[in-house]
């Protein structure tokens, strides 16, 4: 190596290191990371020796493995040495995105691009963010007498298989008689993903939109179903100027049932398993509630999965693979589906559009759908109250 390499490489270093790698120094290379890996169960992957090579500032920004990272924290959890290995992908990623310093996958490009052209991934007017309503029974825009401004999130909203989650939740919350509004086409995605993905800068402007119209609006409570809204607008938003509640679904509709207001009287008889999704679970560490919820439900007997609560596998989705592709044969959703099939579980219970993606298809793909069905916490709720 000459000199002009190394200090081009500590240059490299010296940059990640500023993008919110700073943790990396701290790593003293024990690969406890890259045996908690999920992706070791169905590829290879090596976090620690990538963190290896940004500290050098040796990373490979062409190689797309930056980009396999789903950020499911079960590394970070364990990590000896508290290294935030998610903020050192990111900062990569930052490199490459921010920079054009290297390559990344063409289906986040595209997704990226469209966030950025009309404020969702899916490249969809934002006329049609509350088309989901239709299906609904009463969805009316926010006004300041309502207890809460509901949020979709761009999957439920634009996906029609996912919108089942936001029509099952608008109709619980109208049958008890809860004031509830929405935005429509004055939100934007939340940009927890597009912040994952390094586009820094696109995440500021969502926020900031975001903000600005829960604040015109006078919401002072935001009621989310995506895990991955609820992480960024409790943890991430503040800091820039947000002041309302985030409340995910399942902990509403917990609270709703310990104050009697929602009553589940309806019996459901099936052997129910429940998914923890990274972004509640081991990102914000709610995983009473859901349960609580599932567990009021008359009949119903809920199973664990081998890994669940802290140890839950992640459904592959977050850190923006919820927008790459994924090989057959690689995908954590089908480990997850196969699970829940061993444990006796006639139904799948899920808390998190992404997850409700990635199962939907993997039962599909699997041919496993007469043995399994993949349902919202919100839609088993709506079926005991009938
Ligand atoms: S677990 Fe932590 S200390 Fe060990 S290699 Fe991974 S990042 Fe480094
Ligand atoms: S956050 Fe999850 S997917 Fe990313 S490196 Fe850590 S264990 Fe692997």
Redesign the pocket.
Known sequence: MTTQDLTVDLETSDLIRDSGAETFTLCFQCAV??A????NRVSH?D?RRMLHQARLGVADLEDEAWW?????????ARCPMQVD??AI?RAVRRLVVGYGAGRFPDSIRVSLKNVAGVGNPAGESPDKREDWTKKAKKVESFSTDAEVLYFSCCVPAYDAKARRMAVSLSNILEAVGIKFGILGNREKCCGESVRKCGNEELFQTLAQSNIDAFKEAGAKTVLVSSPHCYHTFKNEYPELGAEFQVVHYTQYLAQLIRDGKLKLTKPIDKKVTYHDP?YLGRHNSVYDEPRDVLKSIPGLELVELPNCREDSI?CGA??GRVWAETKKGERFSDLRVNQAIDVGAEILTVACPYCMLMFDDSVLTMGKEEVLQIKDISELVLEAME
């Open positions: 990371c890259s908690s890996c999920p992706w992957f976090p396999m990272c789903a950020t499911c924290r079960s590394c970070v290995v998610i992908m990274c992640c977050g850190g």
